[in-house]
T-cell receptor, first 115, second 113 residues
Framework: DTEVTQTPKHLVMGMTNKKSLKCEQH?????MYWYKQKAKKPPELMFV???????INESVPSRFSPECPNSSLLNLHLHALQPEDSALYLC??????????????FGPGTRLTVT | SQQGEEDPQALSIQEGENATMNCSYK?????LQWYRQNSGRGLVHLIL?????REKHSGRLRVTLDTSKKSSSLLITASRAADTASYFC?????????????FGKGTKLSVKP
């Protein structure tokens, strides 16, 4: 199974809501990533988990809170978001956290709209 | 900050023609990858080329790497309408000293039937 799944596919939330994005992979990968992608832009790295530990936080505002409950699951908790946070949120995984040495497998993304 | 810069930003061709996209990067790398993204979807890995390799093939794809010029190219031969997508190069962060992948701005390819 070489699939990364993400739920939900679409999410509309108000600025006072709390919601969570979920990501799952069963490839035995030890690195998992959250990216944010705005229209016509490349993905921007937000967080990296390596062996279930947070390895990189790219200065992401605290209204985004990542969680890695186990080696197969990755969550992104959202709270008090701003309209400018509307974007496609992509989850990815790779065998190891090792730069471009291993390919990353991406999920289909969650299209988030903040109203 | 972005490591790779794709050129051109947009490319429109007819089905059956070849498409060439270029990527330039700023610092030394260990590996370079190319990804495809259909509109609003996740990225799909196409090919990985290591710094000691000069050329790699995968089906209709041909990737070259010139480390002296800090550039790579992706050639898609005999293009099909299904090749319509955005293509991104991605390199190791900051000369390979970090573990993250840094994406270029991408080339949007449109293949007309």
């Amino acid at each position: 199974d070489t699939e990364v799944t993400q739920t939900p596919k679409h999410l509309v939330m108000g600025m006072t809501n709390k919601k969570s994005l979920k990501c799952e992979q069963h490839m035995g990968h030890r690195a998992m990533y959250w990216y944010k992608q705005k229209a016509k832009k490349p993905p921007e790295l937000m967080f990296v988990y390596s062996y279930e530990k947070l390895s990189i936080n790219e200065s992401v505002p605290s209204r985004f809170s990542p969680e890695c409950p186990n080696s197969s699951l990755l969550n992104l908790h959202l709270h008090a978001l701003q309209p400018e946070d509307s974007a496609l949120y992509l989850c990815a995984s790779s065998q190891e956290f090792s730069g471009a040495r291993h390919e990353q497998y991406f999920g289909p993304g969650t299209r988030l709209t903040v109203t | 900050s972005q490591q790779g810069e794709e050129d051109p930003q947009a490319l429109s061709i007819q089905e059956g023609e070849n498409a060439t996209m270029n990527c330039s990067y700023k610092t030394s790398i260990n590996n370079l990858q190319w990804y495809r993204q259909n509109s609003g979807r996740g990225l799909v890995h196409l090919i990985l080329i290591r710094s000691n390799e000069r050329e790699k093939h995968s089906g209709r794809l041909r990737v070259t790497l010139d480390t002296s010029k800090k550039s790579s190219s992706l050639l898609i031969t005999a293009s099909r309408a299904a090749d319509t997508a955005s293509y991104f190069c991605a390199t190791d962060g900051y000369g390979g000293s970090q573990g993250n992948l840094i994406f270029g701005k991408g080339t949007k390819l449109s293949v007309k039937p």
